[in-house]
Antibody
Framework: EVQLVQSGAEVKKPGDSLKISCKGSGFSFTSYWIGWVRQMPGKGLEWMGIIYPGDSDTRYSPSFQGQVTISADKSINTAYLQWSSLKASDTAMYYC??????????????????WGQGTLVTVSS | QSALTQPPSASGSPGQSVTISCTGTSSDVGGYNYVSWYQQHPGKAPKLIIYEVTKRVSGVPDRFSGSKSGNTASLTVSGLQAEDEADYYCSSYADSHNLGVFGGGTKLTVL
């Protein structure tokens, strides 16, 4: 079964650093792009970025460039999303998902399937 | 403000059909046949139901169908059932982003 399992909920303070994870199983992890999507409380979905674990090629949505870092460790089939200094506005549910499509050197096309169960990040003083 | 425009709500009675629109521009929806639709039940992760405008994901009932005309994509749910009550999001590749963009979401209520 193709599956993405994310790390558990986090409660952090403003200024803290954080790295959340997304572990894939049931498929060739190094052959698929893994994307990250944010959903703020009561709001819609937002593309954050995407990574190809095979060679760590990473793309960011303009709104998230410089705000987060996406990485992967292909030896353990795991992708990561990290912050160096959290803000209260980073409070959200974060999902990872596999791209059912492909990326060229300038664009990524296709839907996201399957999705991880989500990681809730709460940032509060 | 989301890049793609969806109505905030839609509704229908069991057995009826409902169509949800997703309006963009020639730089996203109208320019590429890579429109996807997602279903999200409360407290759950989104689930892909339609990709590449019209293709249904394996296991998704054929009551769900997708289409596109110009800069507007549509999701039609026929024979509404109680379990179809959920939030629905469209997504498309957009020239302004190197990744996709989502619509603001539509809350579908089964009356």
């Amino acid at each position: 079964e193709v599956q993405l399992v994310q790390s558990g909920a986090e409660v952090k303070k403003p200024g803290d650093s954080l790295k959340i994870s997304c572990k894939g199983s049931g498929f060739s992890f190094t052959s698929y792009w893994i994307g990250w999507v944010r959903q703020m409380p009561g709001k819609g979905l937002e593309w954050m970025g995407i990574i190809y674990p095979g060679d760590s090629d990473t793309r960011y949505s303009p709104s998230f460039q410089g705000q987060v870092t996406i990485s992967a460790d292909k030896s353990i089939n795991t992708a990561y999303l990290q912050w160096s200094s959290l803000k209260a506005s980073d409070t959200a549910m974060y999902y990872c998902a596999t791209l059912l499509g492909y990326c060229t050197n300038i664009m990524c096309l296709g839907g996201l399937d399957p999705w991880g169960q989500g990681t809730l990040v709460t940032v509060s003083s | 403000q989301s890049a793609l425009t969806q109505p905030p709500s839609a509704s229908g009675s069991p057995g009826q059909s409902v169509t949800i629109s997703c309006t963009g521009t020639s730089s996203d929806v109208g320019g590429y046949n890579y429109v996807s639709w997602y279903q999200q039940h409360p407290g759950k992760a989104p689930k892909l139901i339609i990709y590449e405008v019209t293709k249904r994901v394996s296991g998704v009932p054929d009551r769900f169908s997708g289409s596109k005309s110009g800069n507007t994509a549509s999701l039609t749910v026929s024979g509404l059932q109680a379990e179809d009550e959920a939030d629905y999001y469209c997504s498309s590749y957009a020239d302004s982003h190197n990744l996709g963009v989502f619509g603001g979401g539509t809350k579908l209520t089964v009356l």
